[in-house]
């Protein structure tokens, strides 16, 4: 609950709220620049997400990821410069630049990686979460789903695998709204995602997910009983993505000013400070510093990555199996 | 001058008139009208990258948004195939196979020999291949010679924008599942194309280049690169032949072969990985039945063994360059026994 | 309802019911022999189950059927000496021999097929649904899978295709308890397979699938709501087999004298004949009669299929295009 | 003499031994244990065929039922893979790659690559493959082509107790994910195998006989298929070299080349459909790196172009038999330019 949240920890959340859409805002700017290639989809509108889950997760935990991964990579702790350099397809990125904006996996950060296929991460968590529940270590696994990624028989199937087996895991859909350009209200064929939950013997729970200190809150209950071995549950958060589905979408098929009224409205990181300081003493100094330490780590971050070299010819034929 | 096109028009053009001739004909995939269930405009998208906009205005409910669940949207075209439509179904990435293939190879291409000769699956599978777009791993793959090898399937992959339309509406007319690879660096390619419909063969090869040296076969996005080196190579008086396949299955045996008996050397040009590939199928082709023709090894000019990488400096190594063929050519022609 | 049922429908039925169990007994019985070859699973125990769905059904309405498919296509309208002799492998069989059991299908009855994937008929059926609607001929499709079948991600992905396209389909699950030697009680891991169809929006009804009445109601109404364009409908039947998985199966996995109990306590033919004698005003004496006729049916189709002739070499290599 | 044991017994015992040696070795699979939820006995079937039956007694837990849910469970293999246990998992039969291949070669076979190098994914996916057994068409396939396609994945295929159990060990012990293909028709099949552990590493071919006229490649069941056309060619005078290949990737292309180079001639067998497949794949390397050897052109025999029909008749004119093996040789044989 927040009362559990210390002010370390509540500054903590700011800056990584903070640090995704920093990221996710200049990521925008460089790509419309030219700088970065590839099909690039950002995170930025739903950072109380991330945030409110990764509070909850150490590194020997376990996050299953998908194309929208900048803020989970962020969330889960995985390094800004080697993500951005990654990003630019360098080879000091996180993945030596061979798997770029939708392919960012940190191992040794629990970071199971981003997914270039819907519905790709969710058996995988469940294997994360097999994997700690044999090995008895009370370590837990979460996988983030879109709306869109809730209507994929791979999804499902994890989800009932997860109930059979028991499996210490938590499902969180991230429901934004649309799946590429299609809206959510279409393609998922119950009300709300978490009416499924019940068809696969878990509990269900939808929060707000621009309110930090309810997907916290949330988050807080669905990973105790993971922990406890009492099995898996289902989060819905219902957000807003600020961002077209790729950068390079025209988002006609959004009402007009829909994304103009989002942001005013619905923005995580402004709620998030406006709760901080009116609630939990924080000063908006604190926050300010902070905004300008994020700054300037994405501005470096960026430089590092421009500055870095392209991979070699050699790496194009290495990593394929472990012995090249 | 005829007028003209792009591939990507093209496609759209033998949509558009596969549709107002016959009403059977229906679409469905993933944003292929785009914006159902939003506020925005219907026909936002019309297909990730544009390819089925503007067909939603003309034809309504015959075209159809569907969730992300290929299996199920893909398997629904494979039935309703069996139940009178004649649906194209867009496969988004043909990198996404893997969430459907059983409906395709199981189902679609087997339902005609299982059930004894009575059933005919009139689908098509419409999907993007190839690397070029820096979209990494599982987003570039030239998938195509898994469906090659499906006994009960046809393969179709064009290389320009008149085999693009000719084709598709040939694989709309065709009464067998046909899979449809549009290589995504080939959208924006412009060529002539007659405005009236028209059909081509499936398992006739295109002579894209005449010559007499060498024989070159290529498909897709590769007949490009195989040209670019014929053209290179000719000013060294090397005179490639580069045939086109347009499509692996059926396969146009009898161009291959005869265009090999006149060169006596063959190079193989594909952009899938090198193993079982398209490029290890025409070789043996032609190391079975051409053998005495051949005064040289054959060469094939493929991706490496590798998935396809991100970053532009490798993705660049990756794809078959038109250098590499040359020197594959090359060191072909400097063969002697 | 049972009051819309004429004396023909009911002796209709019956005959159904009845020749599928002795064409499954029978098939048992020269499997054993050796004269059957292959994978072969039997619907007896489910009779009413096929029947009762097959009353609502005319020709041109679609069925998408599984590996235990016979009963399904007996109820379809299947003529019972070509399944007998495609069973057998012979160049008469519905499918000239290269189907077999698992992949009897004759579309001209609407029989789309059975299936040796399980999940591979939800996909299909929703595709002829929607042949159906576009067409609105007022025809509909039905789809038949098991317990086991429920947990496959093509039939979570189908009912919610279905569900969002409002498309004339209903999904049946045959619970028999088991899939394969796997029990259902914990392979889905909710409690009724029908809790699931509100996370597709659509109704879910669980019938005893023992009681042909019940079923023949329950799917009276799914049908009517499909046909009306109302869209799909989910209906669980609760059954039983009295073969193993497949012949072959030691069936050790059950509880010793259980199929033993099964077959006098749950036998729906049993059951069915008790009430229409009882309630409907059929005589003992016209079942008897089908008893005969199907018995002699099913000895001629047996004779027909040993006497048939295999297929031919040519055959081998027809039959894969349209053009050869 | 040696112990003698089946094919089958000899993927049980590997298994066991693993999973005695290593407790990070898990296993899973529709039916691996067999009665999970039911009143009857526990580890009723141990697998659809009863190749893992005793494991359960013995190790509990770490063998696991599952739904029937391959990309759920396939995939949750792959997850836990990456996350330090070695799953041994069972796609029951390689026909139902379909529904999950995704997790297998989108997944699985990538990581390594895209993470830069930094994963590991020590998974197992045991599988039966091949026909013999009137399965029909959608249990009785060869699809390990498609899996030797795809860059990252391993695929081993051995003809016999001794190498499956070698190799099996060798795959639960290799750090890369392998496909690990069962022939069915193999199982009942009696070989020596040594009680020990031992492994076979990946990517030696086994010379299964030596010969000095012709080369015959073959893999899996085959093998057996090409030893008996063998021995009866040697009646004849023709002395033929069988190379067993048991593992499709990595390739042992040393011994082919090596072998070819000393018969000059080469017949490729394989039960897998034709096109694209390890048939046109081992004539395209021959074709290529020792075409100065070649005498004569390279034969394939393979199952024809078509689905596996369900009908014994058919079935057994579908699977390349020793005399179609004896035919092709002998035209080779016969061949003079
Ligand atoms: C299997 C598969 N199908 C389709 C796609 C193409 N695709 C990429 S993202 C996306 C939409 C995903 O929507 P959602 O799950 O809601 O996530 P969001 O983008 O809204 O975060 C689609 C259709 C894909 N990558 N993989
Ligand atoms: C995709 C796939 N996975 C596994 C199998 C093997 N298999 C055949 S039937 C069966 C059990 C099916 O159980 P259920 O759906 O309950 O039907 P039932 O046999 O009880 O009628 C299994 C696992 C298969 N044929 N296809
Ligand atoms: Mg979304
Ligand atoms: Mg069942």
Same mark, same amino acid.
């Given at each position: 609950?927040?009362?559990?949240?210390? +002010?370390?920890?509540?500054?903590?959340?700011?800056?990584?709220?903070?640090?995704?859409?920093?990221?996710?805002?200049?990521?925008?700017?460089?790509?419309?620049?030219?700088?970065?290639?590839?099909?690039?989809?950002?995170?930025?509108?739903?950072?109380?997400?991330?945030?409110?889950?990764?509070?909850?997760?150490?590194?020997?935990?376990?996050?299953?990821?998908?194309?929208?991964?900048?803020?989970?990579?962020?969330?889960?702790? +995985?390094?800004?410069?080697?993500?951005?350099?990654?990003?630019?397809?360098?080879?000091?990125?996180?993945?030596?630049?061979?798997?770029?904006?939708?392919?960012?996996?940190?191992?040794?950060?629990?970071?199971?990686?981003?997914?270039?296929?819907?519905?790709?991460?969710?058996?995988?968590?469940?294997?994360?979460?097999?994997?700690?529940?044999?090995?008895?270590?009370?370590?837990?696994?979460?996988?983030?789903?879109?709306?869109?990624?809730?209507?994929? &028989?791979?999804?499902?199937?994890?989800?009932?695998?997860?109930?059979?087996?028991?499996?210490?895991? +938590?499902?969180?859909?991230?429901?934004?709204?649309?799946?590429?350009?299609? &809206?959510?209200?279409?393609?998922?064929?119950?009300?709300?995602?978490?009416?499924?939950?019940?068809?696969?013997?878990?509990?269900?729970?939808?929060?707000?997910?621009?309110?930090?200190?309810?997907?916290?809150?949330?988050?807080?209950?669905?990973?105790?009983?993971?922990?406890?071995?009492?099995?898996?549950?289902?989060?819905?958060?219902?957000?807003?993505?600020?961002?077209?589905?790729?950068?390079?979408?025209?988002?006609?098929?959004?009402?007009?000013?829909?994304?103009?009224?989002?942001?005013?409205?619905?923005?995580?990181?402004?709620?998030?400070?406006?709760?901080?300081?009116?609630?939990?003493?924080?000063?908006?100094?604190?926050?300010?510093?902070?905004?300008?330490?994020?700054?300037?780590?994405?501005?470096?971050? +960026?430089?590092?990555?421009?500055?870095?070299?392209?991979?070699?010819?050699?790496?194009?034929?290495?990593?394929?199996?472990?012995?090249? | 001058?005829?007028?003209?096109?792009?591939?990507?028009?093209?496609?759209?053009?033998?949509?558009?008139?596969?549709?107002?001739?016959?009403?059977?004909?229906?679409? !469905?995939?993933?944003?292929?009208?785009?914006?159902?269930?939003?506020?925005?405009?219907?026909?936002?998208?019309?297909?990730?990258?544009?390819?089925?906009?503007?067909?939603?205005?003309?034809?309504?409910?015959?075209?159809?948004?569907?969730?992300?669940? #290929?299996?199920?949207?893909?398997?629904?075209?494979?039935?309703?195939?069996?139940?009178?439509?004649?649906?194209?179904?867009?496969? !988004?990435?043909?990198?996404?196979?893997?969430?459907?293939?059983?409906?395709?190879?199981?189902?679609?291409?087997?339902?005609?020999?299982?059930?004894?000769?009575?059933? #005919?699956?009139?689908?098509?599978?419409?999907?993007?291949?190839?690397?070029?777009?820096?979209?990494?791993?599982?987003?570039?793959?030239?998938?195509?010679?898994?469906?090659?090898?499906?006994?009960?399937?046809?393969?179709?992959?064009?290389?320009?924008?008149?085999?693009?339309?000719?084709?598709?509406?040939?694989?709309?007319?065709?009464?067998?599942?046909?899979?449809?690879? #549009?290589?995504?660096?080939?959208?924006?390619?412009?060529?002539?194309?007659?405005?009236?419909?028209?059909?081509? /063969?499936?398992? @006739?090869?295109?002579?894209?280049?005449?010559? #007499?040296?060498?024989?070159?076969?290529?498909?897709?996005?590769?007949?490009?690169?195989?040209?670019?080196?014929?053209?290179?190579?000719?000013?060294?008086?090397?005179?490639?032949?580069?045939?086109?396949?347009?499509?692996?299955?059926?396969?146009?045996?009898?161009?291959?072969?005869?265009?090999?008996?006149?060169?006596?050397?063959?190079?193989?040009?594909?952009?899938?990985?090198?193993?079982?590939?398209?490029?290890?199928?025409?070789?043996?082709?032609?190391?079975?039945?051409?053998? @005495?023709?051949?005064?040289?090894?054959?060469?094939?000019?493929?991706? /490496?063994?590798?998935?396809? /990488?991100?970053?532009?400096?490798?993705?660049?190594?990756?794809?078959?360059?038109?250098?590499?063929?040359?020197?594959?050519?090359?060191?072909?022609?400097?063969?002697?026994?």
């Amino acid at each position: 609950m927040p009362d559990a949240l210390t +002010v370390e920890d509540l500054l903590d959340a700011y800056r990584t709220m903070k640090t995704i859409r920093e990221f996710e805002d200049r990521v925008h700017v460089e790509f419309a620049k030219g700088g970065i290639p590839g099909f690039v989809h950002l995170y930025a509108g739903e950072e109380a997400s991330a945030t409110g889950v990764g509070m909850h997760l150490s590194k020997e935990d376990k996050l299953a990821s998908n194309h929208r991964g900048h803020g989970h990579c962020i969330a889960k702790g +995985v390094e800004v410069k080697g993500m951005m350099a990654e990003i630019y397809g360098k080879a000091t990125g996180t993945c030596k630049g061979k798997g770029g904006s939708m392919h960012i996996a940190d191992l040794d950060t629990g970071m199971m990686g981003a997914n270039g296929i819907v519905g790709g991460g969710p058996p995988l968590a469940c294997g994360a979460a097999l994997a700690a529940k044999m090995k008895k270590n009370g370590k837990i696994a979460v996988v983030f789903c879109g709306d869109g990624a809730s209507n994929q &028989g791979t999804t499902f199937e994890a989800m009932n695998l997860a109930s059979v087996w028991k499996l210490p895991v +938590v499902f969180v859909f991230e429901n934004n709204g649309y799946g590429e350009a299609t &809206g959510s209200s279409y393609s998922v064929s119950c009300g709300d995602i978490a009416d499924r939950a019940k068809g696969f013997g878990m509990p269900g729970r939808i929060a707000d997910g621009h309110d930090f200190f309810e997907v916290y809150e949330a988050f807080g209950e669905a990973s105790e009983r993971a922990r406890k071995g009492e099995g898996p549950s289902l989060l819905e958060h219902k957000l807003d993505r600020f961002y077209g589905h790729f950068e390079g979408d025209n988002q006609n098929y959004r009402a007009e000013g829909e994304v103009q009224k989002l942001r005013e409205e619905t923005c995580c990181i402004k709620r998030f400070a406006a709760t901080a300081v009116s609630e939990h003493g924080i000063n908006q100094s604190q926050l300010e510093a902070i905004d300008s330490e994020v700054g300037e780590l994405i501005d470096e971050a +960026v430089k590092f990555a421009e500055s870095s070299p392209d991979p070699s010819e050699s790496d194009l034929t290495t990593d394929v199996y472990i012995n090249y | 001058m005829a007028r003209k096109i792009t591939f990507q028009q093209a496609i759209n053009e033998a949509l558009d008139q596969e549709m107002a001739r016959d009403e059977d004909v229906v679409i !469905m995939g993933e944003d292929v009208v785009g914006g159902a269930g939003t506020e925005g405009e219907m026909d936002a998208w019309g297909g990730v990258l544009g390819v089925t906009k503007g067909l939603w205005g003309k034809y309504g409910d015959r075209i159809m948004d569907t969730p992300i669940s #290929e299996s199920g949207f893909v398997g629904a075209a494979v039935g309703a195939a069996t139940a009178g439509l004649r649906p194209v179904c867009e496969l !988004m990435f043909i990198d996404f196979m893997g969430v459907c293939f059983d409906q395709i190879y199981n189902q679609a291409a087997k339902f005609r020999y299982m059930f004894g000769g009575k059933a #005919e699956t009139p689908v098509v599978i419409r999907t993007m291949v190839g690397a070029g777009f820096r979209a990494a791993a599982q987003h570039s793959q030239c998938l195509y010679p898994m469906f090659t090898a499906v006994p009960g399937l046809k393969v179709v992959i064009p290389s320009n924008p008149y085999d693009a339309k000719g084709l598709l509406i040939q694989a709309i007319r065709d009464n067998d599942p046909v899979i449809f690879c #549009e290589h995504k660096v080939l959208y924006t390619v412009e060529g002539e194309v007659p405005e009236d419909s028209y059909t081509i /063969p499936f398992g @006739e090869a295109d002579i894209a280049r005449e010559g #007499e040296d060498i024989t070159v076969v290529a498909l897709g996005r590769m007949v490009h690169q195989a040209l670019e080196a014929a053209n290179t190579l000719s000013s060294g008086g090397i005179s490639c032949e580069v045939v086109d396949l347009r499509t692996t299955s059926p396969l146009d045996e009898e161009t291959i072969l005869e265009s090999v008996e006149n060169t006596g050397r063959l190079v193989v040009v594909d952009e899938a990985n090198p193993r079982c590939s398209i490029a290890t199928d025409i070789s043996a082709l032609v190391a079975k039945k051409a053998f @005495e023709h051949l005064n040289a090894p054959i060469e094939m000019v493929t991706a /490496p063994h590798t998935p396809v /990488p991100f970053s532009g400096a490798l993705e660049d190594m990756y794809i078959p360059s038109p250098d590499s063929i040359v020197s594959a050519v090359k060191s072909v022609m400097d063969f002697s026994q």
